[in-house]
């Protein structure tokens, strides 16, 4: 049984840093991209940030360039997302998802296992 359990969410001001984890069991990890993900209230969900098998290979959404850092630790079977420079507008529930694919997709139809999400509050 697959399983994705993210970590590290809470309350921050504006300005500050947060580092999500996603540990995951019950799958060859290093043969899974992964992606992080967010939904704020009364929004559709969003791709932040994924990474390949390569963990060269990444993608970043517009939104959070230059202040998101995605990456991975196929020895802990742990991806990271470290949040620098947070905003109020990054405040939402934060996903990690699994996908078959060799490399970083932004397609959340390519993932086929999720985690239940950790919340991350920003405040101004």
Do not use: H
Not at 12 to 35: D, E, P, W
Not at 67 to 95: C, G, H, W
Not at 105 to 111: A, G, L, P, V
């Amino acid at each position: 049984q697959v399983q994705l359990v993210e970590s590290g969410g809470g309350l921050v001001q504006a300005g500050g840093s947060l580092r999500l984890s996603c540990a995951a069991s019950g799958l060859t990890f290093s043969k899974y991209a992964l992606g992080w993900f967010r939904q704020a209230p009364g929004e559709e969900r969003e791709t932040v940030s994924a990474i390949g098998w390569n963990p060269m290979n990444t993608y970043v959404a517009d939104s959070v360039k230059g202040r998101f850092t995605i990456s991975r630790d196929n020895a802990k079977n742990t991806v990271f997302l470290q949040m620098n420079s947070l905003k109020p507008e990054d405040t939402a529930v934060y996903y990690c998802a699994a996908s078959t694919n060799i490399l970083a997709t932004r397609w959340q139809n390519d993932y086929q296992y999720w985690g239940q999400g950790t919340q991350v509050t920003v405040s101004s």
